[in-house]
Protein backbone atom coordinates (compact mmCIF):
# COMPACT_ATOMS: atom_id res chain seq x y z
CA UNK A 1 0.00 0.00 0.00
CA UNK A 2 1.62 3.39 -0.81
CA UNK A 3 0.95 5.32 2.52
CA UNK A 4 2.69 8.81 1.00
CA UNK A 5 0.18 8.41 -1.85
CA UNK A 6 -2.34 8.45 0.80
CA UNK A 7 -1.02 11.21 2.87
CA UNK A 8 -0.90 13.72 -0.33
CA UNK A 9 -4.65 12.53 -1.00
CA UNK A 10 -5.69 12.99 2.42
CA UNK A 11 -3.74 16.44 2.24
CA UNK A 12 -5.75 17.42 -0.67
CA UNK A 13 -8.70 16.55 0.45
CA UNK A 14 -8.46 18.66 3.82
CA UNK A 15 -7.31 21.53 1.29
CA UNK A 16 -10.32 20.89 -1.58
CA UNK A 17 -13.01 21.10 1.59
CA UNK A 18 -11.49 24.29 2.65
CA UNK A 19 -9.45 23.02 5.69
CA UNK A 20 -5.76 24.20 7.15
CA UNK A 21 -4.05 20.79 6.57
CA UNK A 22 -1.34 22.55 8.86
CA UNK A 23 -3.80 23.52 11.39
CA UNK A 24 -2.56 22.02 14.72
CA UNK A 25 -5.49 19.52 14.96
CA UNK A 26 -4.58 18.24 11.06
CA UNK A 27 -1.17 17.97 10.85
CA UNK A 28 -1.02 14.53 11.64
CA UNK A 29 -4.37 13.62 10.09
CA UNK A 30 -2.78 12.58 6.74
CA UNK A 31 -0.47 10.25 7.87
CA UNK A 32 -3.23 8.91 10.66
CA UNK A 33 -5.65 7.74 7.47
CA UNK A 34 -2.85 6.41 5.63
CA UNK A 35 -2.10 4.15 8.32
CA UNK A 36 -5.89 3.35 8.72
CA UNK A 37 -6.24 2.89 5.01
CA UNK A 38 -3.88 0.24 5.28
CA UNK A 39 -4.91 -1.49 7.97
CA UNK A 40 -8.98 -1.48 7.23
CA UNK A 41 -7.94 -2.79 3.81
CA UNK A 42 -6.04 -4.98 4.80
CA UNK A 43 -7.83 -7.49 2.62
CA UNK A 44 -7.13 -6.41 -0.53
CA UNK A 45 -3.48 -8.30 0.19
CA UNK A 46 -4.11 -11.28 2.36
CA UNK A 47 -5.48 -14.55 1.38
CA UNK A 48 -8.54 -16.22 3.24
CA UNK A 49 -7.13 -19.60 2.37
CA UNK A 50 -4.31 -18.90 5.11
CA UNK A 51 -7.16 -19.25 7.65
CA UNK A 52 -8.29 -22.50 6.67
CA UNK A 53 -7.60 -25.51 9.20
CA UNK A 54 -9.88 -28.26 7.89
CA UNK A 55 -9.84 -31.13 10.07
CA UNK A 56 -10.76 -34.68 8.82
CA UNK A 57 -13.01 -36.35 11.64
CA UNK A 58 -13.99 -40.03 11.42
CA UNK A 59 -17.12 -41.34 10.48
CA UNK A 60 -20.12 -38.63 8.97
CA UNK A 61 -20.90 -35.11 10.42
CA UNK A 62 -23.51 -34.73 8.82
CA UNK A 63 -25.88 -32.09 11.21
CA UNK A 64 -25.65 -28.54 10.78
CA UNK A 65 -23.17 -26.51 12.09
CA UNK A 66 -24.15 -22.36 13.13
CA UNK A 67 -21.81 -19.66 13.97
CA UNK A 68 -23.78 -16.68 14.36
CA UNK A 69 -23.05 -13.00 15.54
CA UNK A 70 -19.43 -12.54 14.00
CA UNK A 71 -18.52 -9.27 14.44
CA UNK A 72 -18.35 -7.56 10.51
CA UNK A 73 -16.91 -3.92 9.79
CA UNK A 74 -16.01 -3.40 6.29
CA UNK A 75 -16.16 -0.34 4.03
CA UNK A 76 -18.65 0.64 1.36
CA UNK A 77 -16.80 1.23 -1.70
CA UNK A 78 -19.40 3.91 -3.13
CA UNK A 79 -18.52 6.04 0.01
CA UNK A 80 -15.81 5.15 1.38
CA UNK A 81 -17.81 5.11 4.79
CA UNK A 82 -17.93 2.17 7.33
CA UNK A 83 -20.86 -0.42 6.89
CA UNK A 84 -20.51 -2.55 10.37
CA UNK A 85 -22.55 -5.56 11.52
CA UNK A 86 -22.62 -9.19 12.59
CA UNK A 87 -22.39 -12.15 10.12
CA UNK A 88 -24.12 -15.60 10.52
CA UNK A 89 -22.65 -18.81 8.76
CA UNK A 90 -24.15 -22.35 8.74
CA UNK A 91 -22.94 -25.45 7.04
CA UNK A 92 -23.50 -29.51 6.71
CA UNK A 93 -20.13 -30.98 6.62
CA UNK A 94 -19.51 -33.53 4.25
CA UNK A 95 -17.07 -36.12 3.93
CA UNK A 96 -16.07 -35.91 7.81
CA UNK A 97 -14.47 -32.49 7.00
CA UNK A 98 -15.21 -29.72 9.12
CA UNK A 99 -13.22 -26.04 9.59
CA UNK A 100 -12.27 -24.89 13.29
CA UNK A 101 -14.94 -23.19 14.30
CA UNK A 102 -12.64 -19.87 14.85
CA UNK A 103 -11.78 -19.75 11.54
CA UNK A 104 -15.15 -18.32 10.31
CA UNK A 105 -14.59 -14.85 12.01
CA UNK A 106 -10.76 -14.41 10.17
CA UNK A 107 -12.71 -15.72 6.85
CA UNK A 108 -15.46 -13.21 7.39
CA UNK A 109 -12.82 -10.37 8.33
CA UNK A 110 -10.23 -10.97 5.32
CA UNK A 111 -13.01 -10.22 2.73
CA UNK A 112 -14.72 -7.12 4.82
CA UNK A 113 -11.10 -6.21 5.07
CA UNK A 114 -11.37 -4.65 1.37
CA UNK A 115 -13.58 -2.00 -0.48
CA UNK A 116 -17.37 -3.73 -0.48
CA UNK A 117 -20.61 -3.85 -1.16
CA UNK A 118 -22.44 -6.20 0.51
CA UNK A 119 -24.18 -8.44 -1.39
CA UNK A 120 -20.61 -9.43 -2.84
CA UNK A 121 -19.35 -9.95 0.22
CA UNK A 122 -22.11 -12.31 1.48
CA UNK A 123 -21.37 -14.18 -1.82
CA UNK A 124 -17.84 -14.08 -1.17
CA UNK A 125 -17.51 -16.04 1.93
CA UNK A 126 -20.51 -18.12 0.75
CA UNK A 127 -18.10 -19.60 -2.10
CA UNK A 128 -14.93 -19.63 -0.30
CA UNK A 129 -16.47 -21.67 2.31
CA UNK A 130 -18.32 -24.13 -0.87
CA UNK A 131 -15.01 -24.10 -2.62
CA UNK A 132 -12.26 -24.83 -0.15
CA UNK A 133 -14.51 -27.25 2.09
CA UNK A 134 -16.81 -29.09 -0.19
CA UNK A 135 -20.33 -29.33 2.51
CA UNK A 136 -23.32 -30.49 1.52
CA UNK A 137 -24.98 -26.43 2.33
CA UNK A 138 -23.66 -23.26 2.90
CA UNK A 139 -25.62 -20.42 4.18
CA UNK A 140 -23.81 -17.20 5.01
CA UNK A 141 -26.11 -14.29 6.09
CA UNK A 142 -25.26 -10.59 6.67
CA UNK A 143 -27.14 -7.74 9.12
CA UNK A 144 -25.30 -4.72 8.63
CA UNK A 145 -25.30 -0.91 9.06
CA UNK A 146 -24.26 1.21 6.38
CA UNK A 147 -22.94 4.74 7.41
CA UNK A 148 -23.44 6.37 4.16
CA UNK A 149 -27.52 5.62 4.66
CA UNK A 150 -26.44 6.89 8.16
CA UNK A 151 -24.25 9.59 8.02
CA UNK A 152 -25.83 11.57 4.71
CA UNK A 153 -28.57 11.24 1.92
CA UNK A 154 -31.62 9.21 3.43
CA UNK A 155 -29.86 9.87 7.09
CA UNK A 156 -31.79 6.53 8.12
CA UNK A 157 -30.29 5.70 11.47
CA UNK A 158 -30.69 2.03 12.52
CA UNK A 159 -31.90 0.75 9.19
CA UNK A 160 -30.10 -2.62 8.61
CA UNK A 161 -29.26 -3.87 5.53
CA UNK A 162 -29.46 -8.19 5.46
CA UNK A 163 -27.65 -10.62 2.85
CA UNK A 164 -28.08 -14.43 2.31
CA UNK A 165 -26.30 -16.32 0.20
CA UNK A 166 -27.44 -20.18 0.17
CA UNK A 167 -25.51 -23.00 -1.45
CA UNK A 168 -25.70 -26.51 -1.73
CA UNK A 169 -28.54 -28.49 -0.26
CA UNK A 170 -29.32 -24.96 1.73
CA UNK A 171 -30.35 -23.62 -1.14
CA UNK A 172 -32.64 -26.77 -2.69
CA UNK A 173 -33.79 -28.60 0.73
CA UNK A 174 -36.67 -26.54 2.34
CA UNK A 175 -36.45 -29.21 5.42
CA UNK A 176 -32.63 -27.93 5.50
CA UNK A 177 -33.42 -24.04 4.78
CA UNK A 178 -36.21 -24.09 7.34
CA UNK A 179 -33.66 -25.23 9.85
CA UNK A 180 -31.27 -22.16 9.47
CA UNK A 181 -33.75 -19.92 9.15
CA UNK A 182 -35.26 -20.95 12.92
CA UNK A 183 -32.10 -20.91 14.29
CA UNK A 184 -31.20 -17.44 12.38
CA UNK A 185 -34.48 -16.15 13.83
CA UNK A 186 -33.15 -16.68 17.44
Same mark, same amino acid.
Not at 21 to 33: A, D, F, I, S
Not at 80 to 89: A, E, N, Q, R, Y
Not at 175 to 182: I, P, Q, S
Given at each position: ?? !????? #????? %????? +? $??? /? ?20 ? !????? #????? %????? +? $??? /? ?35 ? +? ?86
Amino acid at each position: MD !LERIE #KAVRE %ILLAV +G $EDP /EREGLQETPNRVARMYAEIFSG !LKSDP #KQHLK %IFHEE +G $EHD /ELVFVRDIPLYSVCEHHLLPFIGKCHIAYIPRDGKII +GLSKFARIVDCFARRPQVQERLTAQIADFIEENLNPRGVAVFIEAEHLCMTMRGARAAGALTQTSALRGCMRTEAKTRNEVMLLLAK
